[in-house]
Nanobody, 126 residues
Framework: QVQLVESGGGLVQAGGSLRLSCAAS????????MGWFRQAPGKEREFVAT????????YYADSVKGRFTISRDIVKNTVYLQMNSLKPEDTAVYYC???????????????????WGQGTQVTVSS
């Protein structure tokens, strides 16, 4: 498993941008697909975006497609979530997660991820 620490959350007005970061420990970062999930009050945790270990493939939830971009820096052991055109409905605690993979694949189910960060709050005001 890897240790994950998120940062970059905060309060932003609708239409604004934020960039979340997730720093991972360990020397096998490249073997992990990385995902972002979010959980709003009273709602279940939902998939946001994922990137394969090599960074070659990404996949997004329909609700964020075209507004959010996931990327990773193998040297820095860090994955990012650039969030643009934010909406009040994006308000949630955002979690970073890691899924160890022998072969790269897109993973959207939370149950398939092995390690989770503590979460960072994103609040979008209208």
């Amino acid at each position: 498993q890897v240790q994950l620490v998120e940062s970059g959350g905060g309060l932003v007005q609708a239409g604004g941008s934020l960039r979340l970061s997730c720093a991972a420990s360990g020397r096998t970062f490249g073997r992990y697909a990385m995902g972002w999930f979010r959980q709003a009050p009273g709602k279940e945790r939902e998939f946001v975006a994922t990137v394969t270990g090599s960074g070659g493939s990404t996949y997004y939830a329909d609700s964020v497609k075209g507004r959010f971009t996931i990327s990773r820096d193998i040297v820095k052991n860090t994955v990012y979530l650039q969030m643009n055109s934010l909406k009040p409905e994006d308000t949630a605690v955002y979690y970073c997660a890691a899924d160890y993979q022998v072969y790269p694949r897109i993973t959207v189910a939370a149950g398939e991820y092995d390690s989770w960060g503590q979460g960072t709050q994103v609040t979008v005001s209208s």
